[in-house]
Structure formats: C-alpha cells, structure tokens
C-alpha cells in the first residue's frame, strides 16, 4: 500500500471537495486562493506521475497542536501538497505561490511549507507504511520573476552581500544555489536553522534530505506559472 492511499484509509474524511482533494495523472494544478495575487496558479508536469493533491485546508486550523502548544510552531499552511508516485517510488511535495520576488517573501514561502511539513509528518506518523527512510521530501516555491532588471540586479547584491557576512553567510548560499541552480538539497535541520524556526527536532527529522525548488513566471505579467518536476 503506498503512503498516500494509507493516508487517505486513515483520514478518510479527507477525500472531499473541502480539501481540494483531486487524482490525476501527469499533471496537477494547484490555484491561489488569495483574491489580490497576481500569481493565480502553478501546473506541476511530470510524465507517468500519478498525483493525490490537497488544497491548504488539510493542513489548516491545527492550533491545537501548534500555536496554542508552542511558541515556535507556527500553524501556516502551504498552498497545496500532493501525494505523487513516479515508477514505484513515492515522494510528498508541498508548494506555495508568491506573486512578489524577492528573499523575504521566498523565506516566508520556504517556512510556510516547513510548517505545513511538520504537521504532515504529525498525522503520517499515525500511518500504516509511513517512514521518513522511504519517502521523498520535495519543496517547491513558484513566484513571479523580477519586475525588470534593476529589480534583479537589488536581489543579487543582496545575496551577494550576505555570501560576504559571516552572520548571514549561510542565508546567502541557500539563495545563491536557489537563484542560480533552481534547486537546492539540505538537512532539515540546516533549512530551519536558515529559516530562523527554532525547533528541538527529532533526530530523524533532524538529519532527512529534502529538496527545495523554484519556479519563476516566463515574464512578470504572467499570471500562471508551469513547473516541470524531477527534470
């Protein structure tokens, strides 16, 4: 039985329309629900993918395990996650929108899907064939590009900037690689850390390799942005 079907077997609630709940094969359509973005949607493309998504109502509302319990754990939630299984392999991706490019706004997006993650992790834990060993972790951020390239060239010299700072070097890497490379792979531990979420982790969460991707719109009109996954 793979991880999502156990999913849905145990959260069997799960499997309506106010959960954004939908089954597809090759693609999978994740849509803004706030009213004033630019950015309005994002389409994953990956071929003999087979997708179960979920709008950010699965996620949502869990004070009770996050801030009403904590300090540090934040009850966000990101735009969609998805079950997706790819030649016998099983792997969870979370994405979230921006409609504005910049390295606050992706922080805020990283840490959206890192919350929206740890509450993930919470309900698969109760899960019959859930592991961290055995299932992939991908992050994906789609924004819109740079306005123009003044506004490219501030981003840069920021980011080149904090490579040069001792305090903030290692903020400065991640966006570099991610800027520049479109992906980057990192310890949970070590995105939290740069992340600024100051949480004792568990040792295995603590150590588990994760993806985290961006996807930037064509042009800054766009309106919609394409993704093409594990390319």
């Given at each position: 039985m793979t991880?999502?079907?156990?999913?849905?077997?145990?959260?069997?609630?799960?499997?309506?329309?106010?959960?954004?709940?939908?089954?597809?094969?090759?693609?999978?359509?994740?849509?803004e629900t706030d009213k004033n973005a630019t950015l309005?949607?994002?389409?994953?493309?990956?071929?003999?993918?087979?997708?179960?998504?979920?709008?950010?109502?699965?996620?949502?509302?869990?004070?009770?395990?996050?801030?009403?319990?904590?300090?540090?754990?934040?009850?966000?939630?990101?735009?969609?996650?998805a079950f997706v299984t790819l030649d016998q392999k099983e792997r969870l991706l979370l994405v979230e929108l921006k409609?504005?490019?910049d390295t606050q706004t992706l922080s805020s997006a990283i840490q959206q899907m890192c919350f929206s993650f740890l509450k993930m992790h919470?309900?698969?834990?109760?899960?019959?064939?859930?592991?961290?060993?055995?299932?992939?972790i991908d992050f994906c951020t789609a924004t819109k590009c740079a306005k123009d390239p003044d506004a490219q060239t501030k981003i840069d010299f920021f980011v080149s900037q904090a490579v040069e700072s001792e305090e903030q070097r290692e903020f400065g890497h991640f966006f570099r690689?991610?800027?520049?490379?479109?992906?980057?792979?990192?310890r949970i531990e070590k995105l939290f850390q740069i992340m600024g979420i100051l949480l004792p982790l568990h040792n295995d969460l603590k150590k588990k390799?994760?993806?985290?991707?961006?996807?930037?719109?064509?042009?800054?009109?766009?309106?919609?942005?394409?993704?093409d996954y594990l390319s």
């Open positions: 991880v999502g079907r156990s999913f849905l077997n145990f959260f069997d609630k799960t499997d309506s329309e106010d959960f954004g709940y939908c089954q597809s094969s090759d693609t999978w359509h994740i849509r309005t949607s994002l389409t994953i493309q990956k071929k003999r993918a087979q997708f179960i998504g979920f709008d950010p109502n699965l996620t949502k509302s869990f004070g009770c395990l996050t801030t009403l319990r904590s300090t540090h754990f934040k009850d966000k939630e990101c735009d969609g996650i409609s504005k490019f919470a309900m698969l834990s109760l899960c019959e064939d859930y592991s961290l060993d055995v299932i992939a690689n991610l800027f520049f490379k479109g992906k980057v792979c990192i390799e994760i993806t985290v991707y961006l996807q930037r719109t064509q042009t800054f009109d766009d309106t919609q942005a394409s993704f």
